[in-house]
């Protein structure tokens, strides 16, 4: 099943095989239906560079070369970023490693005290998130709060206490609460939904860089013996540097929308917005609503989106921050342990490419989450029901790491199928809080009384993979359902192609949500 924008690669819209009729030329006359605070950004931008000229030489513009240009400006920056977010995040496993539990006098359950508060702090921080990103650009927010916690990383370094710790851990998961969200928004405005798949699975390729270099910056850091400083806290100070420039990188290279990047001409302004506007999920749009809101509560496909990312997430979370401590309870030394973490990496980034490629190809975005979770099942069995063998535990662990693509697979599915700027901004924020409620429950199952085996956490990791692909499949029967019913109400759409084929420009960025835009189609 292939998808729509494979077919328009060289016209952008073919008008005269479609349904349209030409006044899409001239646009002005559409929208005289819908009020002018709820037509996107992207409408009144293509309406205000509505002459002939730009029209015609969009429709011959090659999309293949403008999408690389695309790929090549933004995908490489978000990348950086949240091989960061993650690198930041887990510096405090490597550190436990390294010597920070003694030097900071860290007694019983502190340790994961501290890895929990960071998610405290991170979910709390998604309702201002969620305010916030319907009214400041995505990208200038987004490089701030990367900004502010590479400071909060390199003062992790300053810490002499429990207490230090905390706060240090708190800061950093207000700034890091910012990251998922915006990047899902961003990747929203650029790509048709087929095309999202690969490029959401790019930049989140960075939590399998994070995890190779986090083991070689630990093992790294490990070798220098400075008289007055511990090598963990250098590493937090240098990995903090490099976060702040990141940040400064990322305001100056994202632009905010496709209407203000500077790197593409107007016609391949007007080329682009033309390809997305089949998403009818628009670009941006600054006016509040409160209906959205209240849709949120009222929308089954998000409270099952929730339920699957929480279940997700307990386990990536077991993964993410224990990983270490479980292969040095395997009986290898830390330097040894930091360095054998790295496969995880080359897992996770197979894994997420692999499912974003699926996704691009066949669609069945709720077959590649159980495609992923299957993996996940099978470590944490071998974890689970055998301790005899050192390569059986380490597969066990390497297994698990095919759980993190789901993750990326679960962000895309919930941009693409939520419509409505302020519906959008608040999903974003509703499903990375709900990544954030799994990494809190996940380390709890870490109890100091379990050590060494922890046997209820690997049991957990079983579980809730299994309730996971079990979840995925409710939301494809939802969606099936969904979209028959609105196949009855208005007449059959196609899901794969052009769903808002034959409806006039305005209506596509009309800023309506999935529920209440008639063309409308889910994605599964």
Known sequence: ???????????????????????????????????????????????????????????????????????????????????????????????????????????GNNFTDAATAFFIAYLIAEIPNGILLQRVPAAKWLGANIILWGIATACTAATHSFHGLLVARIFLGIFEAAVAPSLMLISGMWYTKSEQAPRFSFWYCGLGLGQILGGIVSYGFQKIHHPTYAGWRIMFIVLGLVTVLIGLATILILPDTPMKARFLSEPEKVALLRHVSVNQTGITNRHFKFSHLLEILRDAQLWLMTILTILISISSGIVTTYSATLIRNFGYSPPISALLNMPSGIVSITATLLAGFGVRRTSHRWAWIVACCIPGIVGGALLSFQQKHKAALLAGIYLVNAIVATLIVIYQWTIANCAGQTKRVAASALIAGAFSVGNIIGPQTFQAKDAPQYTPAKITVLATQAAGAVMAFVLFVYYLWANGRKDRKFGARPVADDPAAGTSEAERWADRTDRENETFRYVY
């Open 1 to 107: 099943m292939h998808h729509h924008d494979e077919k328009h690669d060289v016209a952008v819209l073919d008008r005269s095989s479609s349904a349209t009729p030409p006044s899409q030329f001239a646009p002005r006359r559409d929208h005289a239906a819908i009020p002018d605070r709820d037509l996107d950004q992207a409408y009144k931008y293509l309406e205000s560079k509505d002459h002939g000229h730009a029209i015609t030489v969009a429709d011959e513009l090659s999309l293949k070369a403008l999408r690389r240009k695309i790929d090549g400006r933004i995908v490489p920056i978000m990348f950086a970023g949240y091989t960061m977010q993650f690198l930041d995040k887990v510096l405090l496993n490597y550190a436990a490693v390294m010597g920070l539990n003694k030097d900071l006098r860290l007694v």
